[in-house]
C-alpha cells in the first residue's frame, strides 16, 4: 500500500535513520503463529486496510463516512452510533500495532529499527485483549483521529514515544494513511482521559483533527530534514509536473 502509480518510481517514501529512499520492502518478521495471525487480520487489520487509501489518490471510506454524519460537538463524532464504523476493529488494530512494537525488535532492512515501545505492566493485560480473554486496564486510554480528505499523508510512523501529557504516564503515537492513534497509560492517568477514549467511552469516540494531520506533516518533515532529501526533493518536484497538468487528478490536495 502506500504507492503513487502516477511517479515513475510508484514505491513508497522509507526514512530511516541513515537514509531516505523509494522501496517496496516492508518492515517485517516473523512473529505470531498462523492462528494469531489470522485472528489480527479478521479482528482489525482487514477492517482498517479496507477503509483507508492504498494509494494516492483513492477514496477515504472511514472519513466519508464520518463527514456526512452530525458530531457529537465540534468534530468529535459517536462511532457507537455510526453505521458502517466498526470502532472495535479499529481500536483491536491500534492495540496490536502497539503491542507488535513492545514485544520484538523490528530490525529494518532499510538500515535501522523501529523505534522501541515499552508498555511494562501493561504488555500482557494488552496481550490478553488481543486474544479476547480480559479488557483493556481502565488506567489506558486510546485516542483514535482521522485527518480530513484531501490532506491525508499516504505513509505509515511505527509507534513511538512521546511526550506525556500526564507526569508519570507514558503516550505512544502511530500513523497510517490518514488514521492515527494515541495511547496514554499509567497508574497517574486522569479518569477524564477516559472521556474521548475510542475504547472505554460509552459512545466509543472518534476525532476528526487537522491539528493531529498537521503533527504528522512535522514529524515527517523533521524526519526528512535530518537525513539526505536530495531523492525526496526530486521526488516531489515530479509530483509538482504531475499536478500542474490538467489531465491528472490522481494525487491528493497538499
Known amino acids: 500500500m502506500n504507492r503513487a502509480p502516477a511517479l515513475k518510481n510508484s514505491d513508497p517514501v522509507v526514512l530511516s535513520p541513515t537514509a531516505l529512499k523509494q522501496s517496496s520492502v516492508q518492515l517485517k518478521d516473523s512473529l505470531l503463529c498462523n492462528d494469531c495471525e489470522q485472528l489480527f487480520n479478521k ?53 496490536s500495532l502497539f503491542w507488535r512494537g513492545a514485544v520484538h525488535s523490528w530490525d529494518s532492512v532499510h538500515d535501522g529499527q523501529a523505534p522501541e515501545v515499552v508498555l511494562n505492566k501493561y504488555e500482557e493485560p494488552i496481550r490478553q485483549f488481543l486474544l479476547n ?69 460509552p459512545q466509543k469516540f472518534l476525532i476528526v483533527s487537522t491539528e493531529f494531520e498537521q503533527r504528522m506533516r512535522e514529524v515527517l518533515l523533521k524526519l526528512v530534514s535530518e537525513r539526505d532529501d536530495s531523492k525526496l526533493k526530486k521526488m516531489l518536484a515530479e509530483i509538482d509536473k504531475i499536478r500542474s497538468t490538467p489531465t491528472t487528478g490522481s494525487l491528493p490536495r497538499s
Open 133 to 201: 480473554n480480559a479488557p483493556l486496564p481502565q488506567d489506558l486510554a486510546l485516542n483514535v483521529f482521522v485527518c480530513p480528505n484531501g490532506r491525508i499523508l499516504n505513509f505509515m510512523l511505527a509507534p513511538y514515544e512521546t511526550e506525556a501529557d500526564v507526569p508519570g504516564c507514558s503516550k505512544y503515537i502511530c500513523y497510517i494513511s490518514g488514521i492515527g492513534f494515541a495511547l496514554h497509560f499509567g497508574e497517574q492517568l486522569p479518569a477524564d482521559f477516559r472521556t474521548l477514549c475510542a475504547y472505554h467511552s
Open 43 to 95: 479482528q482489525g487489520e482487514n477492517w482498517v486496510l479496507a477503509h483507508i487509501p492504498r494509494t494516492y489518490g483513492e477514496p477515504f471510506p472511514l472519513y466519508d463516512t464520518l463527514s456526512a454524519k452530525v458530531p457529537v460537538v465540534a468534530d468529535v463524532y459517536a462511532g457507537a452510533s455510526l453505521k458502517g464504523v466498526d470502532v472495535e476493529k479499529l481500536v483491536y488494530f491500534a492495540m
